[in-house]
């Protein structure tokens, strides 16, 4: 068949595999069932075989574009756009290394990194994850090993100095590479991040006249009223009320008992001299 039929690349997005086969079929047909048993000039062959060429175009135009690829990054052939030369679908064509993805977290506290990435993977994928120790950098052979496998998450705990430097997430699938992805991770060491704490209560005290800001209550707002006295403290003092009370008890009684006139003994003292005059 003459080149003139893929002179132009209409495109198309990947799925429409078969519509795309019964245009071309269509057109095929058309002109076997026209030149068969017939014998035609050059002229008439170049002819029909640039209107078939122009009716091909023209209706897979009318197909959806390829629109799937998400950038910026990684092998991409869902989104890719059909060659009519090739009789293919070409990939999105990024690049296969993502951009740096930064991190910062204080020594001692955790770190996540996640190996996900916004397009369709395939099935058969493998994920490994390498590690360049305090250095930034995509150059492969700068990097060791760790995991291999299908692990999306990198977590460390706790996070130390010596874990400063560039992590890659590599995906692969048959064996080949889709995408590669990339975070640096800075790590603040404990006195340094004391002596910024320190800094910004010594910026505000200057920026507000040498006065500090007030401490806060930690104790939220709407806390409400303060917990009752637990069972212990209750029962400790009632029981020392009652002492108490016992004992205020006890001294009054004393003191009416002490203070009160006997009538038995005056009765007596009475007695012995009425006796005496009866004799």
């Known amino acids: ?59 897979a135009s009318k197909l959806p574009r390829g629109n799937e690829c998400v950038p910026p990054c990684g092998f991409q052939t869902r989104g890719g756009q059909y ?14 290394d993502c951009p740096f993805r930064e991190m910062t977290v204080r020594e001692g506290s955790s770190s996540q990194m996640w190996c996900n990435v916004s397009f369709q993977l395939p099935d058969d994928i493998v ?3 390498m590690f360049s120790e305090q250095v930034k950098s995509q150059v492969r052979d700068q990097f060791k090993e760790m995991t291999s496998g299908l692990d999306d ?13 560039t992590y890659l997430c590599e995906i692969l699938s048959g064996g080949l590479s889709i995408v590669r992805l ?12 004391g002596h910024s704490v320190l800094q910004d209560i010594f910026d505000q005290s200057v920026l507000s006249g040498h006065q500090f800001p ?15 006295l637990s069972p212990l403290t209750l029962l400790l003092t009632a029981a020392f009320t009652s002492g108490f009370l016992l004992f205020f008890l006890l001294l009054g009684a004393g003191y009416f008992w ?22």
């Open 1 to 59: 068949m003459s080149p003139l039929l893929y002179h132009q690349e209409p495109s198309s997005a990947k799925g429409y595999d078969k519509q795309l086969k019964e245009i071309m079929g269509a057109e095929i047909s058309s002109l076997l069932k026209e030149f068969h048993g017939k014998d035609n000039s050059e002229t008439v062959y170049e002819e029909r075989l640039q209107n078939a060429q122009d009716n091909f175009i023209t209706a």
């Open 83 to 96: 060659n009519c030369e090739l009789c293919r679908y070409d990939s999105c064509e990024f690049p296969m």
């Open 127 to 129: 994920m490994i994850w």
């Open 153 to 165: 998450l990198y977590s460390i705990r706790p996070t130390i100095l010596q874990d400063q430097g």
């Open 182 to 193: 990339y975070y640096y991770l800075t790590v603040t060491p404990r006195l340094l991040t």
């Open 214 to 228: 007030k401490p806060v209550d930690p104790r939220p707002l709407d806390d409400g009223p303060p917990p009752l």
């Open 258 to 279: 002490a203070t009160t006139p006997n009538p038995i003994s005056h009765q007596e003292e009475e007695d012995p001299e009425d006796e005496f005059y009866d004799c």
